[in-house]
Each structure stands twice: as structure tokens, then as C-alpha cells.
């Protein structure tokens, strides 16, 4: 058995933020946001752990807010794990919550749409066996192509997975879809035609 070496930072906090929502207990952390480049501090009602592609995440309540969010583990440190106790609320759902999302990002209150992907033969194999989410059906089967349709909120996660498979897989429908995949292609080949700094 070999397996892969790839190991996000952060999982070393999985124990004790497992032990911190299985007691109801707050947790408290320094968080490094990727986008803008800041560290702040939460402190959280912990709900749940996710896993998605080699990463955790933690989702719960933030102090003094009302929505539930997402934390990677990798971003976080100095955890902390208080005293302070919490009501988890009875009408939370983890499988509800993503249920219309591929990967961790949820999309506010946006609704799932239906998404037709054609795949050449040799991707749908993988995408048979391996279906990339559970409203997945099979629309065509044949030896030039797999053709499936999704009822997803199609978010940056899908993007990324989407832009991963390069030629071997096209966008049928929506066209919002297909327009945002075609600017990030459009985008990507600019970089290439950019000369470099020297």
C-alpha cells in the first residue's frame, strides 16, 4: 500500500476540533484569509468537519453572526478550545447544506441549476466511475461520448474542476457557465503570451 505523501497543514487540529463539536464546546483560532492576505481571529460554535480534495474544513457559527461558515484547517492556528458550551441547533444538516454544491463553497441561497457536460470516451470512463456529484445522470453513452446532466449550483469549486479537464469535456448548458469557463481559458492563454520579466 503506498499512499500519497501530499499532506495538507492543519490536520493536527482535527482531533481536538472532533473532540470540540462531539462535547459542544466553542473553539477559538487565528484564520489567514487567501484572498486579501489578513489574519484575524474567530471564535466558533464548531458544527461539523468536511473533507474535500486532501483538505479539511470546519463549519460553524461564528460568534455575534448568524450564517454558518467554512474554516480550511490548513489556515488555521493557535486553536483553542474553550469551556464555553453550546446549543447545537436540531435543524442542522451537513448533507442538506451541500447537497447542490460540488466541493466546499456553498452559494448562499442560489439554486441549483441544470448543467450538461460532454466528455470524449476516454474521461468518461472516469466520470462513470466516479460520479462528480450524486444528481448525476446519463444522457448519452456512446464510443465518442459520455453526455451527463447535473442539478448543481455551479460554484468556483466546479469551475476549477471543470478547467482541470481541459479539452476533454465541454459545457453544454447554462450558458453563464459556459461563458465564465470560456473567459478563464481566454485569461489562462494570456498569460502565455505574456513575455517575462526579466
Known amino acids: ?37 489578513s489574519i484575524y481571529s474567530r471564535t466558533i460554535d464548531p458544527y461539523a468537519l468536511k473533507e474535500f480534495e486532501h483538505r479539511w474544513y470546519v463549519l460553524g ?11 480550511g484547517l490548513d489556515r488555521l492556528t493557535d486553536l483553542e478550545i474553550s469551556t ?31 448543467v450538461i457536460l460532454s466528455f470524449d470516451k476516454f474521461q468518461g470512463q472516469y466520470i462513470k ?20 446532466r447535473l442539478y448543481i449550483i455551479p460554484t468556483y469549486d466546479f469551475h476549477i474542476h471543470l478547467l482541470s479537464l481541459g479539452e476533454r469535456v465541454k459545457v453544454i448548458k447554462p450558458a453563464s457557465l459556459i461563458d465564465a469557463l470560456t ?12 513575455k517575462p520579466k526579466t
Open 1 to 37: 500500500i503506498h499512499f500519497d505523501t501530499r499532506r495538507p497543514k492543519g490536520t493536527e487540529n482535527l482531533y481536538g476540533i472532533l473532540h470540540a463539536i462531539q462535547n459542544n464546546q466553542q473553539i477559538s483560532f487565528k484564520y489567514h484569509n487567501f484572498r486579501d492576505d
Open 61 to 71: 457559527k461564528v460568534l455575534n453572526e448568524n450564517d454558518t461558515k467554512t474554516f
Open 84 to 114: 464555553k458550551r453550546f446549543q447545537s441547533p436540531s435543524e442542522f444538516n451537513i448533507n442538506e447544506i451541500f447537497k447542490s454544491c460540488f466541493g466546499i463553497i456553498r452559494q448562499g441561497d442560489g439554486e441549483p441549476q441544470e
Open 129 to 148: 466511475t466516479l460520479p462528480l456529484h450524486n444528481s448525476q445522470k446519463i444522457l448519452v453513452d456512446t464510443d465518442e461520448e459520455l453526455r451527463i
Open 183 to 194: 473567459t478563464e481559458f481566454k485569461q489562462a492563454i494570456a498569460q502565455y503570451n505574456k
